[in-house]
């Protein structure tokens, strides 16, 4: 695919001032680690990402908000590149990792994994050798559950490898150099792919499929205030988003251990 993504990025940065600035904070956000049963979870306070953390997604603000993946809805700053005919690229304006783009659908339709769906999300990290995409379901993670999309990050950001097995959260791993395998392999869990948060990199000619198993999106501290932590894809791997500077600065590992419990699948 001739599409340069370093190249794609500046050339939105330059016209787009909000994403500038977002982009430009990634470099001072505040980062610090902690150890929990062994393992180290990086905690990253980006208060930008409060638009999607805490996004309201009930049935009722959903069908009142315009989309925002959308063309008609999209700020006329934001550019796209076609992808397949069936995808657009766009920059994500409220970044996590410095590569961080969204694959959105061209038409507007939930956040549903299918059969098809799911080849695709191979192909185009197959066209995307160097990247990392994900996938949040729509009951774990998604921001616009009713607008069907993938997400693409840079791979050296992640701590820890994605597939690496620890005793915090659940996951399933699979490699491969056939796309129907994988499919199968998927299938054969039974998981709700609403309650999943998935991502595939490809590499070698081949590729890794790593799907997180949910049992809820928010835990019980997010509903009551006391941390607004809202785990998305990312969160899962190692590296806790917090939006609110308090959380950041007083959060400790059993909170973080208690989190990882009540929405992971273990």
Known sequence: MPLEIPAFIEQQLACWPLARRNYDALSQVRNRTLTVDGIPVRLQFNPARAVSSQAKLDAKTLAERPCFLCPQQRPPEQISADLFGKYVLLVNPFPITPVHLTLAAREHRPQQLDETSLLDFLQLAKAFPHYTLLFNGANAGASAPDHFHFQLTNTDYYPLPIEASTPLVARSSWSGDRPEALLQAWKSTGWDDRLCNFFV???????????????????????????????GAIDMTGTLVITRESDFDRITADDIRDIYRQVSRL
């Open 201 to 231: 990199r490809y590499d070698a000619q081949r590729w890794t499929l790593t799907v997180f198993p949910r049992k809820t999106h928010r835990p019980t501290q997010y509903y009551d205030g006391s941390l607004l932590i809202s785990p």
